[in-house]
């Protein structure tokens, strides 16, 4: 009571200032879900059909098969870290109520790794319906795959061209199908080093993951071309910015200084879950299946299809 008493008399002395405090709070987050973006409304179900989701033991991976698996389909966490991505299984049978949910091992930093991988699903899996492209590394030092490419541009882009390429037979036979390249923004920045693909001339670890970002989108449109007729479509995506494991490498090169400057606006960045939306609405929504090629985003003016 003397709390709300309290609460009466500083509104009644001070009714402006309480007014623009109310008025910055609901500002305030009403700007947080303006930048969350959209939210995925279809309602497709996915029963009996399968999707493989890489980089899905964390992050909006994990988030991505969460809803693949509530909507009923089987799917394939396929992950580096085999303790985490069992956990990770764990936790998105629990949540979504679907025990169709298994794990295979995929280092995209490896080209063995990756045809493995194939050559596994080839074997067990009757079909696949949509391959979601989703693990990414982000602004690392200057370090090499296991087959010597700079790793942002093996990992991002070419273990996932190599993956998509020895799983489209399969996704071909399971037509209609789909296929969905995580992306990001930074491709706008980016440019295709031909002369130096690795950057072994002169590495920048943002240049290279501009460059990685922009060869997915690059890749998409091109699948898109030529899987014209097959019932496979090609998507490609940015998702937001995210508070999610990816900035690990770069969060401990940005001096103190500039620390203290992001800080506040970590409160309007995206959690996992909303940052998972368009990944969601690429592998699901109705309405695209006679589109392919497109960039979709909800964070800028690509192809804004969310509502």
């Not at 319906?129 to 690392?140: E, K, R, T």
């Not at 995206?270 to 998972?276: C, D, H, I, L, Q």
């Not at 985003?297 to 192809?303: K, L, W």
Request: charged share 25%; net charge positive.
């Amino acid at each position: 009571m003397r709390t709300s008493s309290a609460a009466r008399s500083f509104v009644s002395q001070y009714p402006k200032t309480t007014a623009l405090v109310t008025v910055a709070g609901v500002g305030l987050f009403g700007l947080k879900k303006w930048m969350a973006g959209g939210v995925c409304h279809s309602k497709a179900r996915l029963d009996g059909k399968t999707v493989l989701i890489t980089g899905a033991n964390t992050g909006i991976g994990k988030e991505t098969a969460v809803d693949m698996a509530r909507r009923g389909a089987r799917v394939i966490l396929a992950c580096r870290d085999m303790e985490r991505a069992n956990k990770a299984a764990e936790e998105v049978k629990k949540r979504s109520g679907n025990d169709s949910v298994i794990v295979r091992k995929l280092d995209l930093a490896s080209l063995q790794s990756i045809r493995q991988l194939a050559k596994d699903v080839l074997a067990s899996e009757e079909r696949l319906d949509v391959l979601i492209n989703n693990a990414g590394i982000m602004s690392c030092p200057k370090w090499k795959t296991e087959d010597g490419f700079e790793m942002q541009f093996g990992v991002n882009h070419l273990g996932h061209f190599l993956l998509t390429n020895c799983l489209l037979d399969l996704l071909k036979k399971s037509a209609p199908s789909r296929i969905v390249n995580v992306s990001s923004l930074a491709h706008e920045r980016g440019q295709i080093h031909f002369d130096d693909i690795n950057q072994d001339k002169d590495y920048r670890p943002w240049r290279s993951y501009a460059q990685s970002k922009l060869a997915n989108v690059l890749f998409t449109r091109e699948l898109a071309n030529r899987l014209q007729g097959t019932g496979v479509t090609a998507y490609s995506l940015h998702p937001g910015v995210i508070r999610t494991e990816l900035g690990r490498h770069f969060w401990p090169t940005v001096p103190l200084w500039k620390r203290v400057f992001y800080v506040p606006f970590v409160f309007f960045i995206k959690n996992p879950t909303e940052g998972a939306q368009t990944t969601i609405y690429c592998a699901v929504e109705e309405s695209l299946q006679n589109e392919s090629g497109l960039y979709y985003s909800r964070d800028c003016s690509h192809q804004c299809v969310l509502v």
